[in-house]
């Protein structure tokens, strides 16, 4: 289930570009069930985050960036009345 708390999400990676239509059309398909699975994955994972760095951490935003794969998460997130963010490699982020 997505968090409906989070006030953005946002995904940033690139597709490889290929001559043929069908596999282009392929590709494309490809990266859309891995975000998809990502998405219900990462969110999943940063509702159940309470404490970052810390210190209590109210989740509101998640950036998801990389190449052709997701290779690094940054979290948005207030604590103390102040906004964050906290960048993590894959790892990282699913080790939190």
Same mark, same amino acid.
């Given at each position: 289930?997505i968090?409906?708390?989070?006030? /953005?999400?946002?995904?940033?990676?690139?597709?490889?570009?290929?001559?043929?239509?069908?596999?282009?059309?392929?590709?494309?398909?490809?990266?859309?069930? =891995?975000?998809?699975?990502? %998405?219900?994955?990462?969110?999943?994972?940063?509702?159940?985050?309470?404490?970052?760095?810390?210190?209590?951490?109210?989740?509101?935003?998640l950036?998801?960036?990389?190449? /052709?794969? %997701?290779?690094? =998460?940054?979290? %948005? =997130?207030? /604590? =103390?009345?102040?906004?964050h963010?906290?960048?993590?490699?894959?790892?990282?982020f699913?080790?939190?």
């Amino acid at each position: 289930m997505i968090n409906t708390k989070l006030e /953005s999400l946002v995904i940033d990676l690139s597709c490889q570009i290929k001559k043929d239509p069908l596999e282009q059309a392929q590709e494309t398909l490809r990266l859309t069930k =891995y975000v998809t699975s990502e %998405i219900i994955s990462a969110t999943a994972k940063v509702t159940s985050i309470t404490r970052l760095k810390g210190h209590p951490a109210t989740i509101k935003g998640l950036k998801m960036t990389g190449g /052709s794969v %997701i290779e690094n =998460y940054e979290i %948005i =997130y207030d /604590s =103390y009345g102040e906004r964050h963010t906290a960048t993590y490699s894959k790892k990282e982020f699913y080790d939190l």
